[in-house]
């Protein structure tokens, strides 16, 4: 079947516009995940949505950073006025309900450049 | 403070051999414990992950060995080969299906 996909695939953008991420996770998942992963800082946790409300939102680096969800589906994730050290690949996962709820399934992230 | 500790950071092993990469962890609410392979360009892809009610997990060549007491964990690749030639990550969670803390990775690379 169908796994987690991301796009755009690359993005490049210059510093102070804003940005928006997609994802698209395997259906009948109920939980999204967003992680952002940079040579310095390696694969850092965002944001967690369960249905459409996010019960963690811990990793979210600025208030620059938002996600929403909808419809438990698909996932975007925007970043207001993006730094240079905004740069990295975002990659987002999603997990099946039941017993089978640790399992994250990864895409294949998106790739972001601030010029 | 880094709550998952992973090495070694690059691990050079012959084709036939074993490959262990250990993890360690401080925070013992953590109770999920899977470990991801990932190739360049591409999305971390799981392999296989352990509860810490068990001591080992064996699926395939890829070996989980657990020590609760300690607070360790390692994956054992047997008979390397070419192919598994990836990053390495491993993973903390407090309950399966909440934030994964990632460690930093380990590049390995089999020679053939």
């Known amino acids: 079947g169908a796994g987690v996909s991301q796009s755009p695939s690359n993005k490049v953008t210059e510093k102070g516009k804003d940005v928006e991420l997609r994802c698209d996770p395997i259906s009948g998942h109920t939980a999204l995940y967003w992680y952002r992963q940079s040579l310095g800082q390696g694969l850092e946790f965002l944001i967690y949505?369960?249905?459409?409300?996010?019960?963690?939102k811990s990793g979210l680096p600025s208030d620059r950073f938002s996600a929403e969800r909808t419809g438990g589906s698909v996932s975007t994730l925007t970043i207001q006025r993006t730094q240079q050290e905004d740069s990295a690949v975002y990659l987002c996962a999603s997990s099946p309900p039941g017993l089978a709820g640790g399992s994250q399934y990864f895409g294949p992230g998106t790739r972001l450049t601030v010029t | 403070q880094q709550q998952v500790k992973q090495s070694p950071q690059s691990l050079i092993v012959q084709k036939g051999g074993i490959s262990i990469i250990n993890c360690a962890y401080e925070?013992?609410?953590?109770?999920?414990f899977p470990w991801y392979q990932q190739f360049p360009g591409k999305g971390p892809a799981l392999l296989i992950a352990?509860?810490?009610?068990?001591s080992e997990k064996k699926e395939g060549r890829f070996t989980i060995s657990f020590n609760k007491s300690a607070k360790q964990f390692s994956l054992h690749i047997m008979d390397s080969q070419p192919g598994d030639s990836a990053t390495y990550f491993c993973?903390?969670?407090?309950?399966?299906?909440?934030?994964?803390?990632f460690g930093k990775g380990t590049t390995l690379s089999v020679s053939s």
């Open positions: 949505f369960q249905g459409n409300s996010a019960p963690d």
């Open positions: 993973a903390a969670s407090k309950q399966a299906g909440t934030a994964l803390i």
């Open positions: 925070n013992t609410a953590f109770d999920y």
């Open positions: 352990i509860r810490p009610d068990v």
